[in-house]
């Protein structure tokens, strides 16, 4: 049995689990907003309900006491509807600390991949669950964490968390089964970054007149006219045919690799390319928009434009390089610096806006995250005591266990030259 | 004189397996003396005139009255009291090693016990003597016809010619061996005591009834530790080196070197991944695809 590229890629858990059409794209994160507003609601109506009782049978002043319970958690102010945030606004916002985690993973000076990762994790996270729920500064510490595992980077927990402005290790570790669950238990994330490397070296074998083609798609040129063919290749598309040196056309393909590099790093880690399309299509993208007449060139070689899937592929690229250029991350050289730092400004106040939302509307059942955790644990501890007649009444019952078992199979001996130690 | 005194030496006199029939020596003046016999005439001798006899080659029985030619390795220890016993338990191993086949070799149980019972006399035959020559023959031509049949069903088998030449040569140096062995008995044959076998190789010599053809066991193929599976790339062939700046580091770094990795795993990682996925349209939905991956 013969497995092509593709096949491995089908049998993928990014595949099979975490790709989807834009129209399911959407759908999804409509879903979650929608139930995750629901939850919300409901769990401020019951606390609404149950601090208007309590101001009722104390009969004291009820400003007074509304004001005191909601000391420690910001509500919004009573008899107001919440204002959740729309589906648009919560991808605004899950975006925004996607940018964050990226820039936590250089401030750590963490590889790529496991920034990359912890930045997939969270996105995936965040189909499912709604930043009104969980709080995306303590989800994304623990994605990173997570990541880091996944990607094979040893990063010690304690060492992690002091690293961490305020962060204790269990604040990393309250949520970290929450995510895995959301993730479904899948740590793979195929980034297009090696692919890039790949696809780099064929470039520079291919300028060098030393490439190997497929055999399989029809070809009529030999390496040292698709040499020729690069070495002519237009400095833009449309442009007129360049006469490149050797050593130009190299400079030209690492120049290529470095801005699709940053490309992959930044804008295809905030958008939603790893859920739309496969990474070879990303790294490609990427790629066509560094240098499209080198991409347009190396693709011919790939799949010749008599190939019926020339035109779908093409489609699927350029369609993907908008979604990249699209990002904020991405400068065009059409856009001058004044252009890009008034949209920067605009898009700041906008954020500062909508996180000012997020402070209204947060589910007030889930903001602390360590002690759900602790709660969920056997023997959940309430103030750092288990209750009094829980544990006697556990103590009872092991001693009757143990009674038992002795009866059966005679005190175990361990126990009996402990007690003769004693 | 005293009783006990007359009777150490007589016993020692009746019991002839104290006393080397050939040098005369007996336990009583060697403790540690160990009685030796052949399996081809059953006369006992101790060890030591063993090797002073038969050291220097194949020599006969120095026991009166027995000429037959003994070899130094088949000497061994008696195994049963009774020497008859010894010499059965021989013939029957020597009979069984030749006559092996069992019941599931057979159409029917009938045809099994027919078998067995031709088996029997044969054996008989050789335990109390009785016509020893046909009865040899019988045995020698039966062996050499089954090792010739096996032989043959072995040689039927032709190699796979895809498979790959170090296999291939090994299956002919297997053959010339078989032909070899086969040639032996019909050409001239070092061995005398088939000499009577000889130019009768064609003869049939013992039939069964009922007894199914034999089956050579089907031929061991390669072990492919992944079971048929592999990775055919349709986009990319990867070469054997890439010549880029940015590797040529990790080419000459000797922990890279030392630790035995080879940098044309790199090279097909990174193009695997380059185009896994390449025809692989994530907006067409899945459910199409996914009926022909699984
Ligand atoms: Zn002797
Ligand atoms: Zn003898």
């Known amino acids: 049995m013969k497995l092509t590229e593709d096949d491995i890629y089908r049998r993928s858990t990014q595949y099979l689990h975490w790709s989807f059409t834009a129209a399911q794209l959407a759908a999804q994160r409509l879903k979650t907003n929608i139930q995750a507003a629901e939850r919300v609601k409901a769990a401020v109506a019951r606390q609404r309900a149950a601090r208007a009782l309590k101001t009722e049978t104390p009969n004291a002043s009820g400003s007074e006491n509304a004001s005191q319970n909601g000391a420690n958690t910001p509500l919004p102010p009573p008899d107001r509807e919440v204002d959740c945030l729309t589906m648009a606004e919560e991808k605004r916002l899950v975006d925004n600390f996607c940018e964050k985690a990226l820039e936590l993973g250089d401030f750590l000076k963490l590889p790529i991949e496991v920034t990359a990762t912890g930045v997939q994790f969270m996105r995936r996270f965040y189909l499912l669950n709604s930043p009104m729920t969980y709080e995306p500064n303590q989800i994304s510490r623990t994605a990173i964490f997570i990541a880091s595992k996944a990607e094979g980077h040893h990063l010690p927990v304690a060492h992690y968390a002091a690293s961490l402005p305020k962060t204790k290790p269990e604040d990393i570790l309250a949520p970290e089964y929450l995510i895995t669950q959301a993730l479904r238990f899948h740590y793979e994330v195929r980034h297009p970054f090696r692919g890039l490397k790949g696809g780099h070296l064929e470039m520079m074998a291919m300028a060098a007149g030393k490439a190997t083609l497929p055999p399989n798609i029809p070809q009529d040129r030999d390496p040292r006219a698709l040499q020729q063919a690069m070495l002519e290749l237009p400095r833009r598309p449309g442009g007129p045919a360049s006469a490149m040196s050797e050593k130009e056309l190299e400079k030209r393909i690492t120049e290529a690799y470095g801005f699709a590099s940053h490309i992959l790093k930044n804008a295809a880690l905030l958008t939603d390319a790893y859920f739309l399309y496969t990474p070879s299509h990303i790294w490609l993208s990427a790629h066509l928009l560094a240098d499209e007449p080198l991409t347009l060139l190396y693709l011919s070689t790939k799949c010749p434009p008599s190939n019926p899937m020339h035109a779908k592929l093409l489609t699927t690229l350029r369609s993907c390089a908008a979604l990249l250029s699209s990002h904020h991350s991405f400068h065009p050289a059409s856009q001058t610096e004044e252009e890009k730092a008034a949209r920067d400004k605009k898009d700041q106040v906008e954020l500062k806006a909508l996180m000012k939302k997020l402070r209204l509307c947060r589910d007030p059942d889930k903001t602390n995250l360590v002690k759900l955790n602790q709660a969920q644990k056997r023997d959940a501890v309430e103030n750092g005591e288990l209750e009094e007649n829980k544990r006697k009444k556990r103590k009872i019952a092991r001693e009757q266990y143990e009674k038992e078992a002795d009866d059966f199979f005679g005190p175990s001996l361990s126990k009996k030259e402990n007690e003769n130690a004693s | ?294």
């Open chain 2, 1 to 294: 004189m005293s009783k006990p005194a007359a009777r150490g030496p007589s016993n020692a006199n009746s019991k002839d397996g104290e006393i080397c029939p050939v040098c005369k020596s007996s336990r009583y003046l060697n403790k540690h003396m160990k009685f030796l016999i052949n399996p081809e005439c059953y006369h006992k001798m101790c060890e030591s005139c063993v090797d002073r006899i038969f050291s220097h080659g194949p020599a006969p029985c120095p026991i009166a009255g027995c000429k037959r030619t003994l070899r130094k390795v088949k000497f061994r220890e008696q195994r049963f009291e009774d020497l008859k016993v010894e010499r059965e338990v021989d013939i029957r191993r020597r009979v069984a090693a030749v006559f092996d086949k069992t019941e599931d070799d057979f159409e029917t149980l009938r045809d099994y016990n027919d078998y067995l019972e031709t088996v029997e006399e044969i054996t008989w035959n050789l335990i109390l003597k009785i016509d020893v020559e046909a009865t040899e023959k019988k045995l020698r031509q039966y062996e050499a016809a089954q090792k010739a049949e096996r032989n043959i069903q072995a040689q039927t088998y032709q190699p796979d010619p895809s498979l790959p030449s170090d296999t291939a040569q090994v299956v002919l140096k297997k053959s010339a061996a078989q032909r070899r062995a086969q040639g032996n008995p019909t050409g001239n044959t070092p061995d005398p005591a088939s000499g009577a076998g000889n130019g009768q190789q064609t003869e049939p010599g013992l039939r069964f009834k009922g007894l199914k053809k034999y089956v050579p066991p089907p031929p061991e193929a390669p072990f492919d530790p992944f079971d048929g599976w592999a990775i055919e790339p349709q986009y990319y062939v990867t070469q054997n080196d890439y010549d880029v700046e940015w590797l040529t580091r990790a080419i000459n770094d000797p922990l890279h070197i030392g630790g035995g990795y080879d940098m044309r795993d790199f090279y097909s990682w990174a193009l695997c991944d380059a185009f896994s996925g390449f025809g692989v349209f994530v907006e067409d939905g899945k459910d199409v695809e996914m009926a022909d991956v699984f």
